[in-house]
């Protein structure tokens, strides 16, 4: 994952903790868990798809927030 | 037509903007976004200038049909009344159909049967609302890309209250407007009430049968009243 997509990643998931009013610590914690783990499970592959990324993000967030997981998860699905 | 048949058409539109989904669901996803972005004073403050575009839209399309279809039956001296009701009937049939199988896209989600770009196209304007201006067209172009569903309800309620001097027609056109917003300060209502987006989204999820039967009976006793209309002034 190169630094661009990691910042895009970081705003997005940012904007999202905060709609949902997840506290600002637990959100950054929660956020940087997630990212580390994507980011090792993503050195592995060659070539990685948007979809990829989603999926391994929304598998981490839902160990720390079911709703967040659901929003990220269905974001650009409500319509 | 008598009072009777033109309340209840009345009452039948007016039930069927209530079920619509596009508009609750943009403002769902747009305020999710505000709120993201903003402090809930100014996320609020958007959703608000959303609702009264989605107002003016409905009130400025409920004038426009009301003076287009008055106009035109003093034109063709009443001939377009017997016409309209018949080519209603099949549009509410078609509707009634569409709407039970065709309203959401196949999925355990609320995405609806809407051309993809359009969608798209929304959902990128409602994550990028940064003034309340945005806000407010983004309110009105949803209505919009309502039409098709509702600018055939707005030519009957223009009907109905052509047909029935004797109803108040301003007061039951503010009316329809303000009861229209509903869902939409229902949505507010939640959000304002510490719901979040997953939650009220898991709700309109276990609301779709709901929504969908609904539509499909106010749109078939629709399609009914106007064949019921076809046949008197046939």
Same mark, same amino acid.
């Given at each position: 994952? /190169? ?7 970081? *705003? ?23 990212? *580390? ?5 993503? *050195? ?9 990324? /989603?999926?391994?993000?929304? *598998? ?15 974001? /650009?699905?409500?319509? | !037509?008598?009072? =009777? ?6 009452? &039948? ?18 305020? +999710? ?55 209603? =009937? ?5 509707? #009634?159909?569409?709407?039970? &199988?065709?309203?959401?896209?196949? $999925?355990?989600?609320?995405? &609806? ?26 309110? =009105?172009?949803? $209505? #919009? ?20 001097? #004797? ?5 039951? !056109? ?12 229902? !949505? ?6 510490? +719901? ?29 009243? !106007? #064949?019921?209309? $076809?046949?008197?002034?046939?």
């Amino acid at each position: 994952m /190169d630094s661009n997509t990691e910042k895009e990643l970081r *705003k997005e998931l940012k904007i999202h903790a905060r709609a949902l009013r997840i506290p600002v610590g637990a959100a950054e914690s929660f956020i940087d868990a997630t990212i *580390k783990v994507v980011k090792n499970n993503l *050195k592995k592959k060659t070539v990685i798809t948007r979809a990829d990324l /989603d999926r391994l993000v929304v *598998k981490e967030l839902k160990k720390y927030n079911a709703d967040f997981a659901y929003v990220y998860q269905n974001r /650009d699905k409500i319509i | !037509m008598g009072i =009777f048949i033109s309340v209840i058409i009345l009452i &039948l539109i007016t039930l069927i903007q209530l079920f619509m989904q596009l508009t609750p669901g943009t403002l769902a996803l747009f305020y +999710h976004y505000a709120l993201g972005k903003n402090t809930f004073v100014k996320a609020d403050n958007f959703c608000l200038y959303f609702i009264l575009g989605a107002e003016i839209f409905i009130g400025g399309m409920w004038l426009i049909v009301y003076l287009l279809l008055s106009n035109l039956i003093g034109e063709t001296s009443g001939i377009a009344f017997k016409i309209v009701p018949w080519v209603l =009937f099949g549009v509410f049939i078609a509707e #009634a159909i569409t709407s039970l &199988l065709f309203y959401y896209r196949k $999925g355990k989600l609320t995405e &609806l049967y809407v051309p993809r770009s359009i969608t798209n196209g929304i959902t990128v304007k409602a994550k990028s609302i940064k003034t309340r201006s945005d806000a407010f067209v983004l309110g =009105f172009i949803v $209505g #919009a890309f309502e039409l098709v569903f509702t600018l055939p309800i707005y030519i009957a309620g223009v009907i109905a209250l052509l047909e029935s001097p #004797a109803l108040p027609r301003a007061a039951i !056109m503010i009316l329809y407007v303000v009861i229209s917003v509903i869902p939409l300060f229902y !949505m507010r209502t939640l959000f304002r009430l510490d +719901h979040n987006l997953a939650e009220i989204e898991k709700k309109r999820v276990k609301r779709k049968a709901f929504i969908k039967i609904g539509l499909f009976i106010t749109f078939t006793l629709l399609a009914g009243t !106007m #064949a019921w209309l $076809g046949v008197q002034y046939g």
